[in-house]
């Protein structure tokens, strides 16, 4: 029975809605997170500061707002997955605790006025850079655990949410992988003493890191959606399959234009028409969901599904 409590993502059967109280953990966790990322807006706001640069209120803003909604995130989608009540704790569980060292660090570093990465001019600063590079290590075992979780037989999850799950894992694995060639480059630059150059690193590579990440809850979202629809199980299917393949573009030219250094607001004509394609769908996909989305579904019994 393990297996088959949680957030109502066995559809179609009777079962424990209630979140594990490792989610609500992580739900409330990340609820502090989001409201750090917004207290550091109005901070950014109120000083007049600059958005850009390695010392700026924005650091604790983004890496708040995005640290608490992707805990929240992983908390909800991990409810699909097939773990045991420890393993589930244990990830869960490192994953948070990486979150709050992470979101910590950076926003003491900001109140600092020192940049929080890459930043190796004191001793309390490289530990600190390295505390971050190493929590970043943490946050990709533990996605990984979790994307090969996604991959296993998910018993009683309809194939669009599964779609929708292990696009969105592999999403996040990439936007982590990316994170972390940014900070073995970085790093290098810093060590043959060149600390713009490594700046400089993580500004072309931010929107490539940026567009995968939260994949992981935008399509399981849009698969919860349209499980809410007169829909059947087939065209749901479709749907997030258009929108999966919509995001995996944007993603591929992300990184495509990282790789080419390329500016996105200057890219060819071609990479243009390409990600206004891929947008297009990931668009149509959400208006057809949302245009459905609370209607009674035609027949309760497609959201009866199994694993194959």
Request: aromatic share 6%.
């Amino acid at each position: 029975m393990t297996a088959l409590r949680g957030s109502g993502r066995i559809l179609g059967m009777a079962t424990d809605t209630s979140p594990r109280p490792i989610e609500r953990a992580c739900y409330r966790l990340g609820a502090v997170l989001i409201a750090s990322g917004l207290f550091h807006a109005a901070v950014l706001i109120t000083s007049g500061g600059t958005w850009e640069g390695p010392v700026s209120w924005r650091k604790p803003t983004t890496f708040g707002l995005s640290f608490g909604l992707t805990l929240i995130t992983l908390a909800w989608v991990a409810s699909y997955l097939p773990l045991r009540d420890r393993t589930r704790r244990l990830l869960l569980g490192v994953f948070a605790l990486a979150c709050l060292t992470e979101v910590t660090l950076i926003t003491v570093q900001a109140w600092r006025h020192v940049p929080s990465h890459f930043n190796m001019q004191t001793s309390l600063d490289t530990a600190v850079s390295r505390v971050l590079a190493a929590g970043g290590g943490v946050l990709i075992v533990v996605v990984t655990a979790l994307t090969v979780a996604a991959f296993r037989p998910l018993p009683g999850v309809a194939p669009s949410m599964r779609l929708a799950l292990r696009a969105g894992f592999l999403a996040l694995v990439v936007a982590l992988a990316i994170g972390a060639v940014m900070v073995v480059i970085a790093v290098l630059d810093v060590t043959r003493g060149d600390q713009l150059a490594a700046y400089a690193v993580g500004a072309r590579w931010k929107p490539a890191h940026f567009v995968p990440m939260h994949g992981v809850l935008a399509l399981p979202v849009l698969a919860w959606l349209l499980a809410h629809t007169p829909l059947p199980e087939r065209s749901r299917l479709q749907t997030v399959a258009v929108a999966a393949a919509g995001y995996g573009v944007l993603c591929a030219l992300s990184v495509i234009e990282a790789i080419s250094r390329i500016d996105p607001l200057r890219a060819p004509l071609l990479a243009d028409a390409a990600t206004a394609l891929a947008s297009a769908a990931i668009v149509a996909a959400a208006a057809r969901a949302l245009a459905l989305w609370r209607r009674k579904p035609a027949d309760a019994g497609t959201l009866r599904t199994t694993s194959g």
